[in-house]
């Protein structure tokens, strides 16, 4: 069973959809339950990772794949996996996939990707913030 829930104000755990509250509806009273608790991202802030990516790409003239950009940016950003071959190391960007990265793990990634960008483009971060906001 999974459902969608917050915490509200006197830390009861609060339903967040109408199928959430429909799964709950469907344990008996006074049952046992045990929890895990998995901080889900907002898609918003995927959005916005995803914005920071286009202004990145569309400013730049060195690399004409924006796969290839996207990966090389998380990369600079410190966000990748090393392999030890027999032909010398491989090095491997992390995915940004919701399930492979929880939401303060993609905030970080965010905040190193926003110094990245803007060292390319040679402005301050708080610019390519605004231009991010503005982009979406």
């Known amino acids: 069973m999974e459902f969608y829930a917050q915490i509200d104000y006197q ?5 967040m959809y ?4 429909e799964v709950l509806r469907k344990v008996k009273k006074n049952t046992p339950l045990k929890f895990t608790v998995v901080k889900e991202r907002y898609y918003e802030f995927h959005k916005k990772v995803m914005a920071l990516f286009n202004l990145g790409f569309e400013n730049q003239d060195n690399i004409n794949s924006f796969d290839n950009y996207r990966k090389i940016v ?3 950003a410190g ?3 090393t392999e030890v071959t027999d032909r010398g ?7 940004i996939s919701y399930a492979n990265m929880d939401q303060d793990k993609f905030e970080e990634l965010f ?7 803007a060292k390319q483009l040679d ?14």
């Open 11 to 15: 830390n009861k755990i609060i339903p």
């Open 111 to 117: 905040s190193r990707l926003l110094d990245v960008v």
């Open 123 to 136: 402005t301050e971060p708080k610019e390519i913030r605004e231009q991010v906001y503005s982009f979406m």
């Open 74 to 76: 998380t990369m600079k």
């Open 18 to 21: 109408d199928s959430d509250h």
């Open 79 to 81: 966000f990748f996996t």
């Open 89 to 95: 190391t491989v090095y491997f960007a992390d995915s």
